[in-house]
């Protein structure tokens, strides 16, 4: 369970990895990106040097053995497994047993956030969940509560206070007797605890924390579900778990009485099945509609192609229903659905002269026989390649890369180009770009977002928009949503641009339309961008 003085000892830096070691560097406890610094999900009871270079290994080993109660270390740069740089800190607490390490790679500390809540010390979503589908089949429970008025009680506090209150409230939690506790999102807490009691204690201690500052008591959502789950493989109860705390973090769940994981698991199907249904009749009698938003010439304003957005409803993103069907690999169907919809526009009327851009998953990328279909498709329409982009969605790790820039390559000689979406929103972007050969990047909508609010990541951001222009790949900068954040996208190096700054999306194509941007790119290239 994580106690007050383990959290203590993973305060003094905040991490993108958190474990802990004994004294023969044996890993007893870990949490945060695992994935992003291992290829075993599950660290516990590993060497924890493993997740060095062979070089770094001995050093990290002898720092664990000679280091004493009481005694810190770091931040000392290190070379991880993979080669990527990173800062390692140690502690070695008193009244500790065990020694706390930190792992931070070099500009992910606010972008990915993985690991630690920065505002009330507590783990984030994606830790908890981590630690809540280690935990999923056993004799505990799990709490979450929402207060949905807490961030109307932080704006009427001056700045200081509010940053008291939820320090407070993170202090609160983190002092209970619990397994993991979390800030899931920007009013919803939870923690995992061996005692199904004690997890009726959290509502109480979030109270409790906003009576000791004076305040009038919080209103409440509190969901309260067993670990337990009847006749549930290992698998079962984690999706079970993930499906819960997921729905309550979006606000879809908002009281439920108390039920364990087999009721949950139940639930989670019906609804499931019942979508996977509806979604793949919507596919199969293409019954979505397409709409078109404008890709500009950041220096010209001239218009240089369309990307194909799908709709299910109108007025509505489609975003949570493609990332569902993405989740239960619904997603090739799906792909070439939009693909054969797409190339009908062009084909079907000779007066629309536009370039059209459409997402493919990188699922349908990276599975074989779902690329031989779409493939297929696209050697069939070959005609049209020179007015087709193909962005590949990185919301799906590809996990053969080779196998996938072969996939890729094979497209461009049919003569379409290809490139990266939402670039810059998940830990495998660089290594994308390292592996694929590719015409263009979209950089993610977040990242553009953040431009000009911290220098270094500006630098680093520009660094990378030199090194695709070097490389003639073109960069489009997603989420432009105003004349400011249009000139920061110009000064950093960005080419082309969309977003509500050049108008909403069409439901028709233009006529004419200026042409789209030019490919090439080679490999080989070498920088870091974390």
């Given at each position: 369970?994580?106690?007050?003085?383990?959290?203590?000892?993973?305060?003094?830096?905040?991490?993108?990895?958190?474990?802990?070691?004994?004294?023969?560097?044996?890993?007893?406890?870990?949490?945060?990106?695992?994935?992003?610094?291992?290829?075993?999900?599950?660290?516990?009871?590993?060497?924890?040097?493993?997740?060095?270079?062979?070089?770094?290994?001995?050093?990290?080993?002898?720092?664990?053995?000679?280091?004493?109660?009481?005694?810190?270390?770091?931040?000392?740069?290190?070379?991880?497994?993979?080669?990527?740089?990173?800062s390692?800190?140690?502690?070695?607490?008193?009244?500790?047993?065990?020694?706390?390490?930190?792992?931070?790679?070099?500009?992910?500390?606010?972008?990915?956030?993985?690991?630690?809540?920065?505002?009330?010390?507590?783990?984030d979503?994606?830790a908890?969940?981590?630690?809540?589908?280690?935990?999923?089949?056993?004799?505990?429970?799990?709490?979450?509560?929402?207060?949905?008025?807490?961030?109307?009680?932080?704006?009427?506090?001056?700045?200081?206070?509010?940053?008291?209150?939820?320090?407070?409230?993170?202090?609160?939690?983190?002092?209970?007797?619990?397994?993991?506790?979390?800030?899931?999102?920007?009013?919803?807490?939870?923690?995992?605890?061996?005692?199904?009691?004690?997890?009726?204690?959290?509502?109480?201690?979030?109270?409790?924390?906003?009576?000791?500052?004076?305040?009038?008591?919080?209103t409440?959502?509190e969901?309260?579900?067993?670990?337990?789950?009847?006749n549930?493989?290992?698998?079962?109860?984690?999706?079970?778990l993930?499906?819960?705390?997921?729905?309550?973090?979006?606000?879809?769940?908002?009281?439920?009485?108390?039920?364990?994981?087999?009721?949950?698991?139940e639930?989670?199907?019906?609804?499931?099945?019942?979508?996977?249904?509806?979604?793949?009749?919507?596919?199969?009698?293409?019954?979505?509609?397409?709409?078109y938003?404008?890709?500009?010439?950041?220096?010209?304003g001239?218009?240089g192609?369309?990307?194909?957005?799908?709709?299910?409803?109108?007025?509505?993103?489609?975003?949570?229903?493609?990332?569902?069907?993405?989740?239960?690999?619904?997603?090739?169907?799906?792909?070439?659905a939009?693909?054969?919809k797409?190339?009908?526009?062009?084909?079907?009327?000779?007066?629309?002269?536009?370039?059209?851009?459409?997402?493919?998953?990188?699922?349908?990328?990276?599975?074989?026989?779902?690329?031989?279909?779409?493939?297929?498709?696209?050697a069939?329409?070959?005609?049209?390649?020179?007015?087709?982009?193909?962005?590949i969605?990185?919301?799906?790790?590809?996990?053969?890369?080779?196998?996938?820039?072969?996939?890729?390559?094979?497209?461009?000689?049919?003569?379409?180009?290809?490139?990266?979406?939402?670039?810059?929103?998940?830990?495998?972007?660089?290594?994308?770009?390292?592996?694929?050969?590719?015409?263009?990047v979209?950089?993610?909508?977040?990242?553009?977002?953040?431009?000009?609010?911290?220098?270094?990541?500006?630098?680093?951001?520009?660094?990378?928009?030199?090194?695709?222009?070097?490389l003639?790949?073109?960069?489009?900068?997603?989420?432009?949503?105003?004349?400011?954040?249009?000139?920061?996208?110009?000064?950093?190096?960005?080419?082309?641009?969309?977003?509500?700054?050049?108008?909403?999306?069409?439901?028709?194509?233009?006529?004419?339309?200026?042409?789209?941007?030019?490919?090439?790119?080679?490999?080989?290239?070498?920088?870091?961008?974390?």
């Open positions: 369970m994580i106690e007050p003085i383990r959290l203590l000892a993973f305060a003094f830096a905040g991490a993108d990895l958190l474990f802990e070691v004994d004294n023969t560097g044996t890993t007893l406890f870990a949490t945060g990106a695992t994935s992003a610094f291992s290829k075993r999900h599950n660290l516990i009871g590993e060497k924890a040097a493993l997740l060095f270079h062979p070089g770094e290994q001995a050093r990290f080993s002898n720092i664990v053995r000679g280091l004493k109660p009481g005694g810190r270390v770091g931040p000392e740069p290190v070379t991880l497994a993979s080669g990527e740089k990173a390692l800190s140690m502690c070695f607490l008193p009244e500790a047993d065990r020694i706390s390490c930190t792992l931070v790679k070099p500009g992910k500390r606010g972008s990915l956030g993985v690991g630690i809540d920065k505002e009330t010390g507590l783990s979503m994606d908890f969940v981590e630690a809540a589908a280690e935990s999923a089949g056993g004799r505990g429970a799990m709490a979450m509560v929402n207060v949905p008025n807490l961030p109307e009680i932080c704006t009427k506090l001056p700045a200081g206070k509010a940053a008291d209150l939820l320090a407070g409230i993170g202090a609160k939690v983190a002092a209970m007797d619990t397994i993991a506790a979390a800030r899931l999102s920007g009013t919803r807490f939870g923690v995992l605890t061996e005692d199904p009691h004690a997890a009726r204690m959290l509502a109480e201690n979030i109270q409790g924390a906003v009576h000791q500052k004076g305040l009038d008591s919080l409440m959502d969901v309260i579900v067993s670990l337990k789950g009847r549930l493989s290992p698998e079962q109860s984690v999706l079970a993930r499906y819960v705390i997921g729905r309550f973090a979006e606000g879809k769940i908002k009281t439920t009485p108390t039920s364990d994981l087999t009721e949950t698991f639930r989670m199907m019906e609804e499931t099945i019942a979508r996977a249904e509806a979604f793949n009749t919507t596919v199969s009698d293409s019954a979505f509609d397409l709409a938003e404008p890709i500009v010439n950041l220096k010209t001239v218009t192609h369309f990307e194909a957005l799908t709709r299910f409803e109108p007025g509505q993103s489609p975003g949570e229903t493609i990332k569902f069907a993405e989740h239960l690999g619904l997603t090739d169907p799906f792909d070439l939009v693909a054969v797409t190339l009908g526009v062009l084909e079907g009327n000779a007066s629309v002269t536009a370039s059209i851009a459409i997402n493919v998953s990188g699922k349908s990328i990276a599975n074989p026989s779902a690329f031989a279909v779409l493939s297929g498709f696209f069939k329409k070959r005609a049209f390649a020179k007015r087709v982009l193909i962005e969605t990185e919301s799906a790790e590809m996990p053969d890369l080779a196998a996938a820039d072969k996939a890729i390559q094979s497209l461009r000689k049919m003569g379409y180009r290809v490139g990266i979406d939402d670039f810059g929103a998940g830990a495998a972007s660089l290594q994308y770009l390292h592996a694929f050969t590719v015409d263009f979209k950089m993610d909508g977040a990242v553009v977002q953040r431009l000009g609010k911290s220098a270094r990541e500006d630098a680093l951001l520009k660094s990378v928009l030199g090194t695709c222009a070097d003639q790949i073109e960069t489009i900068a997603e989420w432009i949503d105003s004349p400011e954040r249009l000139q920061l996208c110009k000064d950093l190096g960005f080419q082309f641009g969309q977003g509500r700054h050049f108008g909403g999306s069409l439901a028709e194509l233009p006529q004419v339309a200026a042409p789209a941007p030019k490919a090439a790119r080679r490999k080989g290239m070498e920088y870091s961008w974390q």
